[in-house]
């Protein structure tokens, strides 16, 4: 039987050629480049302009590389956020987590393992204050679900009950509320350094640097102001 022949498109002319589906693996002449490199990235991209508003398009021009580089190592955007948490966030929250841990019961131990690792993640990590703000505190943020289920409830709910407990020792204000005590180690750790480019500016004290805002919140937090009655 013999094969019918294509058919011809409109005009005569050759008919279109199919489109290759692209094979999997490493683009074709695409330099080996690190997911570290990617990350970065990835990560100053968000904070300028937010985890919803950036594309793997904006990513890959970021970094210098093409989108199909970024689809090949992580598939899509929300498999590369997810990643990203995996492999960055984490981590950061694992480590300020066994800080605390070794401190045991000793609360002043307990504050400055708190404030002194929070401090050296942010130092280790830029991004984290601003990311912080604005996707974890902001409503719609893309990070919240992940915080207030996984991430922090561990190491919040630890130093709470820290507190709970010195304060039934009586080795505590009484006065003083465990749940917002807590909320102050974050507000006097990550809060200055996310809006260090305002108060710099209307103090002028870019001589002000994170281990200032480690000394001030563990003095603060240990021997208060010092307010005579």
Request: glycine share 6%; hydrophobic share 45%; aromatic share 6%.
């Amino acid at each position: 039987m013999r094969k019918r022949a294509a058919a011809s498109p409109p005009g005569g002319g050759k008919p279109a050629p199919v489109a290759k589906k692209r094979a999997p693996g490493r683009p074709k002449g695409a330099a080996p480049v690190s997911r570290d490199h990617l990350f970065d990235a990835a990560l100053a991209c968000f904070v300028r302009r937010g985890i919803a508003a950036t594309s793997l398009r904006d990513i890959a021009t970021e970094a210098k590389v093409t989108p199909a580089l970024l689809h090949y190592y992580f598939g899509d955007k929300a498999m590369l956020v997810e990643a990203l948490v995996a492999e960055r966030m984490l981590p950061a929250l694992q480590s300020v987590r066994a800080r605390v841990q070794a401190a045991g019961d000793d609360i002043a131990a307990t504050v400055a393992g708190f404030v002194c690792s929070v401090t050296e993640v942010m130092k280790q990590n830029p991004w984290w204050p601003q990311l912080w703000v604005r996707e974890v505190l902001s409503e719609g943020g893309a990070l919240r679900d992940l915080l207030i289920k996984h991430a922090a409830p561990g190491v919040a709910r630890l130093i709470a009950k820290r507190f709970a407990d010195a304060q039934s020792r009586g080795e505590l204000n009484p006065d003083l509320d465990p749940r917002l005590l807590m909320t102050s180690l974050v507000g006097l750790t990550l809060f200055p350094v996310a809006g260090a480019p305002i108060w710099r500016r209307l103090f002028d004290a870019d001589d002000l640097d994170l281990d200032d805002v480690r000394t001030h919140a563990i003095a603060l937090l240990d021997r208060g102001l010092e307010l005579k009655s």
